[in-house]
Structures are given as C-alpha cells and as structure tokens.
C-alpha cells in the first residue's frame, strides 16, 4: 500500500514564505514524477509543480518565479518552498506521485491561508 503524508501548511501572511513536505511511503519501485497540486474554495484541482525522475521541473505559470519544487530521492520526499505568497494561493495542497507503471497517488492534502 502506498502513502502519501503530506506536513508544513498553515497560516502565513501575503509577502510570506512556507515550506511544504511529502513523504512516500509503502510499496514504491520506481518515480517517475512527484509535485504538488493544489484546490482553492469553488475551483478545481490545478497542478502546482512537477519534478520528473530525469530531473526537467514544470510549473503553473502562477507560481512561477516563486514556488520551488525539489525532492529527496533517497527518501522519497518532494518539497513545496512558497515564498511571495499572495491571498490567490490560499488552497489545500496536495501531494503528487507518479509511478513508472503508471499508478498515480495523491495525499491528504494539507491546507494553506494566506491572509493578513
């Protein structure tokens, strides 16, 4: 069984910064991508950032310039460093994760305010 474990929202004020983590755990061979999407009140679910096994990273146009993804292979671990953030990024997160033979997984999702 595969788990996602998502940690480090919360209450940040626009201008602020906030890091965001995610632990795979469970019956994981190959990634072939990780990121982060995320769902704000009355909207769908948009993709964040992904970051592929070869190491090429894509982003939301969004957050581009300031959200950097990066991960830990050896522990499988994806980060999620927002920095400017801005009232439009209030959302819950979620944690991404693509397997090789092509199973995906998503995890809780931990909730982000920014809000002055």
């Known amino acids: 069984q595969v788990q996602l474990v998502e940690s480090g929202g919360g209450l940040v004020q626009p201008g602020g910064s906030l890091r965001v983590s995610c632990a795979a755990s469970?019956?994981?061979?190959?990634?072939?991508?990780m990121g982060w999407d995320r769902q704000a009140p009355g909207k769908e679910r948009e993709l964040v950032a992904r970051i592929f096994d070869e190491g090429s990273i894509n982003y939301a146009d969004s957050v581009k310039g300031r959200f950097t993804i990066s991960r830990d292979n050896a522990k499988n671990t994806v980060y999620l460093q927002m920095n400017s953030l801005k009232p439009e990024d209030t959302a819950v997160y979620y944690c991404?994760?693509?397997?090789?033979?092509?199973?995906?997984?998503w995890g809780q999702g931990t909730q982000v305010t920014v809000s002055s």
């Open positions: 469970g019956h994981i061979f190959s990634i072939y991508a």
């Open positions: 991404y994760m693509r397997l090789y033979r092509g199973n995906e997984y």
